[in-house]
């Protein structure tokens, strides 16, 4: 079992990094340096209770930044490196791609050379821990999972993006000999997600009461795991996982997109003492998703028998702490759609870029 002193984080301010520094600041006594860029997606609000706290560090630093990234490794000498920061909406990447190129294949290789530079003299017990996603291995029919052997197939500029950073990964590993490991994990819900995102956005516009976009004929399928689920697969691994090793992690819990709007609207409906289709009414189909992955489903297996893994959450309660978490955060939800977020940012921010 690995043991470290310092964790730097990256995207720590996003949804899934937020969660991740929580748990991990009550779980452990590491010091926790947390590199964030703040893009729209990174809101450091999240972590205001732990702020100011001795062993907690922020710095707004875009991981592209070769100089930067290094004079932070260099002064806090992280042994473990948990990589969460990514461009990751798939629309965006479709309207948008280079953003997705830059962060996640030049920040992840700027990343990987700062650690191969700092541990260039002793690498033993350190660690390099890469996030991905089951979207590198591309789309599924009816049958059929994806399993840590399945041929990368990425459809997207995003899942593209994050199969090549995977690649670069792994060719650190075998021509560096840099300690790396890698999970790919299935689609995430839970507090902080940003609400463009399939599930935050349908709460927050049923709240408001505004269409629910459904893309194509909603029934494609999508493996959802509740984030903190994924955070205690990702300490496994850092702890226990063999260098060198992929591991998926996934939720087995498949639902289609339609189905899982009916289920929020019935949810919401029923914790704002309304008609159980009250909400239904506000469900519209509109034009596919260019290239639309049609079905994902992990086989996580090896997380399981090789480390012990188990999810603690089930889906009905999980949604339930989701749904109840962006009823009782609706400022959250204005602040970071209203752009006043961005604003304070700007603000308060602005020269540390
Ligand atoms: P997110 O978009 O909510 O957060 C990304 C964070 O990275 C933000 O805080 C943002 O400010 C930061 N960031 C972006 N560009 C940066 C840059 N150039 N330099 C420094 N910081 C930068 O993302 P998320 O949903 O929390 O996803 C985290 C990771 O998990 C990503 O690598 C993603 O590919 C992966 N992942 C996500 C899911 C999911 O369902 N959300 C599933 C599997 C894997
Ligand atoms: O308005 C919508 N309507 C809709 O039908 C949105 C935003 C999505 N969808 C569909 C598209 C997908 O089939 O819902 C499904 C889920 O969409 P997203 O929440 O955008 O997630 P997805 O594209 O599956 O990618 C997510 O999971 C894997 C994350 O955004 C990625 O970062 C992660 O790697």
Redesign the pocket.
Known sequence: MRKFDTVLV????????TNFIKYIFDKTNYKIIN?????Y???IKNLIDIENKDRYFFER????DAKKVNSIFEKYKPDCIV???????VDRSIFGPK?FI???II?TFTLLEAARNLWKDNANGKLFHH????EVYGSLSDTGYFYETTAYDPRSPYSAS?ASSDHIVKAYYHTYNLPVTIS??????GPY??PE?LIPLMISNIIEEKDLPVYGDGKNIRDWIFVED?NNAVLDIIYKGRVGETYNIGGENEITNIDMVNILCEKLASKMNKDKDYYKRLIKFVKDRAGHDRRYAINCDKIKKELGWKRQYDFNTAIDITIDWYLNNKEWIYDVKSGEYQKWIELNYSNSL
Do not use: M, P, R, W
């Open positions: 990256t995207g720590g301010c996003g949804f899934i990094g590199i964030d860029a703040l893009t997606a990174g809101n630093v875009n991981i592209c990589h969460f920061a990514a461009e990751s909406h953003d830059d962060t996640n920040g996030i991905s996603t089951d994050k790919n994990c299935s689609n995430n819900y997600q940003f995102k994924h």
